[in-house]
């Protein structure tokens, strides 16, 4: 049994196919190929299931698998104690983060973090939460940004700040005239969301029980056209702008993009004001401590909600 074989049953179980394995792998399909077949020789077991049209992975190849990954992830640890002194903030760390967060949040980071390790590349990505947890879990990325609740085995997550919802308004509605704003109130209202696949969708809904039972209700009564949906948050901001709606956004995304007064407007929700809880996760075998510190530190130090708090007054009395 080799660290290569490992590598190439981590990847096979990963793109499901021999051919895309081994262009990651950057070896020949048969090289790959006889490699794991080797390795199941081995271990007298099969780990995938081959048929002409698929390859799935066995059940206990599954926690094979699994025990590979933690073994190649445990490799790099050796590797960087094996080179005493080696700079852990000079190595590019791969960043992922929800969309609901990535847009708000990466302006304000990405200085904060250039200050901490001027040497240490970062690349971002943002996706679905179902596909952040896949790629942290196969080391494409090195730590996400989510919202929690995240469970995740072997998985460490640090909340990072608490974030209001706040709802937004063509400036000219009639519930601009109140000072906050009640889920009730909203639940009379044409309603834009996001989509169903959204996490930030279930995070409203969870923390507006009226809302769920206001959209029951239309739905039960024929009117499923009072609930609108929208596949972002930058796409439901300009649906309000155009008129067509209120909906409930994070307060960075509210403020995010600056229309005139006469546009939008802005209104807190009237206590318990609902809000998300942001954190940052990373895999416990990750072999760079200090990067994950760095990033955490400049998280914490780019003040994203007491910003977008300056930027609405009326959400910042209530927060």
Same mark, same amino acid.
């Given at each position: 049994?080799?660290?290569?074989?490992?590598?190439?049953?981590?990847?096979?179980?990963?793109?499901?196919?021999?051919?895309?394995?081994?262009?990651?792998?950057?070896?020949?399909?048969?090289?790959?190929?006889?490699?794991?077949?080797?390795?199941?020789?081995?271990?007298?077991?099969?780990?995938?299931?081959?048929?002409?049209?698929?390859?799935?992975?066995?059940?206990?190849?599954?926690?094979?698998?699994?025990?590979?990954?933690?073994?190649?992830?445990? %490799?790099?640890?050796?590797?960087?104690?094996?080179?005493?002194?080696?700079?852990?903030?000079?190595?590019?760390?791969?960043?992922?983060?929800?969309?609901?967060?990535?847009?708000?949040?990466?302006?304000?980071?990405?200085?904060?973090?250039?200050?901490?390790?001027?040497?240490?590349?970062?690349?971002?990505?943002?996706?679905?939460?179902?596909?952040?947890?896949?790629?942290?879990?196969?080391?494409?990325?090195?730590?996400?940004?989510?919202?929690?609740?995240?469970?995740?085995?072997?998985? %460490?997550?640090?909340?990072?700040?608490?974030?209001?919802?706040? %709802?937004?308004?063509?400036?000219?509605?009639?519930?601009?005239?109140?000072?906050?704003?009640?889920?009730?109130?909203?639940?009379?209202?044409?309603?834009?969301?996001?989509?169903?696949?959204?996490?930030?969708?279930?995070?409203?809904?969870?923390?507006?029980?009226?809302?769920?039972?206001?959209?029951?209700?239309?739905?039960?009564?024929?009117?499923?056209?009072?609930?609108?949906?929208?596949?972002?948050?930058?796409?439901?901001?300009?649906?309000?702008?155009?008129?067509?709606?209120?909906?409930?956004?994070?307060?960075?995304?509210?403020?995010?993009?600056?229309?005139?007064?006469?546009?939008?407007?802005?209104?807190?929700?009237?206590?318990?004001?609902?809000?998300?809880?942001?954190?940052?996760?990373?895999?416990?075998?990750?072999?760079?401590?200090?990067?994950?510190?760095?990033?955490?530190?400049?998280?914490?130090?780019?003040?994203?909600?007491?910003?977008?708090?300056?930027?609405?007054?009326?959400?910042?009395?209530?927060?």
């Amino acid at each position: 049994m080799t660290l290569t074989e490992l590598r190439y049953v981590v990847t096979l179980a990963r793109e499901r196919h021999f051919g895309r394995a081994a262009e990651r792998c950057h070896v020949s399909q048969p090289t790959l190929s006889v490699a794991v077949k080797k390795l199941e020789d081995e271990l007298g077991i099969p780990l995938f299931e081959r048929s002409k049209s698929s390859i799935r992975v066995t059940e206990t190849g599954q926690r094979i698998i699994e025990q590979a990954q933690r073994v190649l992830d445990q %490799v790099g640890v050796i590797r960087d104690m094996a080179q005493d002194g080696k700079n852990q903030l000079n190595s590019p760390l791969k960043v992922g983060a929800i969309y609901t967060i990535g847009p708000y949040l990466f302006p304000h980071l990405l200085p904060e973090l250039r200050r901490a390790a001027p040497e240490m590349p970062l690349y971002i990505e943002e996706n679905y939460t179902a596909n952040l947890r896949q790629k942290l879990r196969h080391s494409e990325l090195d730590a996400i940004i989510v919202a929690l609740p995240f469970d995740e085995p072997e998985v %460490v997550t640090l909340p990072l700040y608490d974030e209001p919802f706040v %709802v937004l308004l063509p400036a000219d509605h009639p519930l601009t005239k109140k000072d906050q704003v009640t889920p009730e109130e909203m639940a009379k209202e044409q309603l834009l969301l996001l989509g169903p696949g959204h996490c930030f969708r279930d995070q409203v809904l969870e923390s507006c029980p009226p809302l769920v039972e206001a959209i029951t209700k239309r739905a039960d009564a024929g009117r499923p056209e009072l609930v609108t949906e929208g596949s972002s948050l930058e796409t439901i901001r300009h649906m309000v702008a155009s008129g067509l709606g209120i909906t409930v956004l994070p307060l960075s995304a509210a403020t995010a993009m600056k229309y005139q007064e006469d546009i939008l407007a802005v209104r807190p929700f009237a206590a318990p004001v609902p809000f998300r809880t942001v954190a940052l996760a990373w895999r416990v075998t990750f072999p760079r401590p200090k990067a994950i510190d760095v990033l955490s530190l400049a998280a914490s130090q780019c003040r994203v909600i007491e910003k977008a708090r300056d930027d609405t007054p009326a959400a910042a009395e209530s927060a």
